[in-house]
């Protein structure tokens, strides 16, 4: 069985996504600083960027930093691990323009599936200020249960 390996790929390149949550209320000039200082870090590190997907803005499942939404960007770039974790160290310091982030390392199929596929924008089938249902038989809160 004959394996077919692309001739760009080395050991210590890894297929990585990377979830950005921005702060909204922070200056676009900046957000696009940040994002641009990300994937340059990683191009210097020797890895490269793959795709970059930008949902806009969302409404977040809950608050972060008092923030109920926030601007969301989606990176997908194979890289060795030193450069992603210089990335991260930049993102974690820069808590005014990212409110979060999330690193997903993927083994060589599921990134070869995914640059095939694309990154669509996930579907928020909720109208506008609608809450999200509760399950019953929940009470919440911490009072006392009815004898």
Known sequence: MT??????WRPDITPYEIMIILNP????????????????????GG?????????GRKKIGYQMRKR?????????CSSPAEALAEAERVMT?????????????????????????GFPAPVDDRPEGEARPQR???????GRRPR
């Not at 310091?93 to 596929?117: D, F, G, P, S």
């Open 68 to 76: 109920a939404d926030g601007r969301y960007v989606v990176i997908t």
């Open 3 to 8: 394996r077919v390996v692309s001739t760009n």
């Open 136 to 142: 019953a038989g929940r009470g919440g809160g911490r």
């Open 93 to 117: 310091i820069n808590v005014e323009v990212v409110t979060r982030h999330l690193v997903i390392r993927h083994n060589r199929v599921e990134a070869e599936r995914q640059k095939a596929q």
């Open 25 to 44: 209320d922070a200056e676009e000039e900046r957000q696009q600083e940040m994002l641009e200082r990300v994937q340059q870090i990683i191009r210097d």
């Open 47 to 55: 890895g490269v960027i793959d795709q970059v997907n930008d949902w």
